[in-house]
């Protein structure tokens, strides 16, 4: 009986054939397959544009150069998160503040952000976590106190809020396409989108040395750019994501859990987590009959190392530090069989 994993990246003929035109064509940066998946990812997502990167991490720095965070600069994350979320923030100098998360849902509380919002916050960072889509009610915040709203859709793809598509909510939105995620190209990959006509002609530049069509740097960049096979294999991984998120909620309907989904809401279920009171005896339960399980994101963020320094360092946000270490992922992905989700139910009914 084989092992059942969290993730099973897609590969198919059609995305063989894809890689391997995009090498003999002997354009492997800079072409037009990076630009043709940026425009395609943008009409797919609602956006006004959309540029590949290599990363979900190396989207998230481009949006703070977008935005023109740095130094003196506050921008509001949530406690429980990837901790790129907040070392993004880190990383061009300005300080990441970290907010509570809901009971609930998980993503980032409305409320804690209000109470958070100083003269210096400069953007809030929404992750629609697991690929629950954050509380329409940020947007609004944001609005209120016009303040940048950033997407960290990294987990999100094909999630919708209010009739909004992951992608088209913020200002800025940027995804991943690590292979774990639920759409991948090959390898790392990412993709950065903006709502704001003003800052698509920027949100080229960055990703290729801030540098405009004549090849002068008009401001700071760096190197950010997706290869052309990538950019040719998630063409073909964009054809079937609106299938692969199907796949995903109707598996996350047959399996037996209590995770909520936020109204008026579509949750894309790139994790389905449980809430268990012992986490690790639920993961080994899960081990002993073949299925992987793990708890994410165990440590809130202002808690790591690296944030030892940071004046919320021993601050407590009540719900992440009663939750995160209890939160425990089970497969939820397209590629599941029906025998592999009768097995995931009597785990998790034994």
Not at 75 to 87: C, D, K, N, Q, R
Request: charged share 20%; with cysteine.
């Amino acid at each position: 009986m084989s092992r059942i994993p969290l993730a099973r990246p897609f590969w198919d003929e059609e995305c063989e054939r894809a890689a391997v035109n995009a090498l003999s064509s002997g354009r492997w940066v800079k072409g037009p397959q990076a630009k043709a998946f940026g425009s395609e990812f943008a009409n797919w997502c609602g956006a006004v544009a959309a540029v590949p990167c290599q990363s979900g991490s190396a989207a998230l720095w481009a949006a703070m150069r977008l935005l023109d965070i740095g130094p003196g600069d506050e921008v509001i994350v949530p406690g429980m998160t990837f901790i790129a979320t907040a070392t993004a923030v880190s990383l061009v100098g300005a300080t990441p503040v970290f907010a509570d998360i809901e009971g609930d849902f998980w993503c980032i509380c409305p409320d804690d952000v209000e109470r958070k919002i100083t003269p210096k916050t400069k953007a809030v960072i929404g992750v629609h976590i697991f690929g629950q889509p954050f509380s329409h009610r940020l947007k609004e915040i944001c609005k209120i106190n016009n303040i940048a709203l950033i997407e960290d859709a990294a987990q999100a793809h094909g999630a919708m809020l209010n009739g909004e598509m992951a992608g088209s909510i913020g200002d800025i939105a940027c995804f991943s396409f690590f292979p774990s995620k639920n759409m991948a190209v090959g390898g790392g990959g990412g993709m950065i989108t903006t709502t704001r006509a003003d800052l698509a002609d920027r949100m080229r530049r960055l990703v290729d040395h801030g540098r405009d069509d004549s090849l002068e740097s008009i401001e700071l960049g760096t190197n950010l750019r997706m290869s052309e096979v990538s950019a040719a294999i998630g063409r073909i991984q964009l054809k079937h994501i609106d299938d692969w998120t199907a796949k995903r909620r109707a598996n996350a309907s047959i399996l037996s859990h209590d995770t909520k989904a936020r109204p008026n809401s579509e949750h894309s279920w790139h994790q389905l987590c449980l809430l268990r009171d012992d986490a690790e005896s639920t993961i080994s339960n899960f081990n002993e009959v073949g299925i992987d399980a793990r708890v994410h994101y165990p440590i809130p963020c202002n808690r790591h190392q690296v944030y030892s320094e940071h004046i919320q360092h021993e601050v407590s946000l009540p719900v992440c530090d009663e939750i995160a270490h209890r939160l425990v992922a089970i497969p939820v992905h397209p590629s599941l069989t029906d025998e592999e989700l009768d097995r995931i139910n009597s785990a998790l009914n034994p």
